[in-house]
Nanobody
Framework: QVQLLESGGGLVQPGGSLRLSCAAS????????MHWYRQAPGKERELVAT???????NYADSVKGRFTISRDNAKNTVYLQMNNLKPEDTAVYFC?????????????WGQGTQVTVSS
């Protein structure tokens, strides 16, 4: 059974930094692109950042220049370095990936990690 497990969320003051991690576990053959989404209270889930298997990256306009997505393929892990955090970054952050096992290709969500930016 494949699982995605996020960690690294918490409470931080405006202007501060956090680093999120998302580790995939299970009988994994390959992972294509990996993504970070976020969902603020009362809002729809939105795509924050994407990194392909070839390590090309894309970001939402609202986080460009502040967030950096990276991955460690040996560890099946994706990271999100978040700098200069703003109150509007407060949300639950989810990782998402399409993962191939020996039997099937499927998409998976992590359980989410809360990020709160407040003074």
């Amino acid at each position: 059974q494949v699982q995605l497990l996020e960690s690294g969320g918490g409470l931080v003051q405006p202007g501060g930094s956090l680093r999120l991690s998302c580790a995939a576990s299970g009988s994994i053959c390959s992972i294509n692109a990996m993504h970070w989404y976020r969902q603020a209270p009362g809002k729809e889930r939105e795509l924050v950042a994407t990194i392909t298997s070839g390590v090309n990256t894309n970001y939402a306009d609202s986080v460009k220049g502040r967030f950096t997505i990276s991955r460690d393929n040996a560890k099946n892990t994706v990271y999100l370095q978040m700098n200069n955090l703003k109150p509007e970054d407060t949300a639950v952050y989810f990782c998402y990936a399409v993962i191939a096992t020996m039997r099937v290709v499927n998409y998976y969500w992590g359980q989410g990690t809360q990020v709160t930016v407040s003074s």
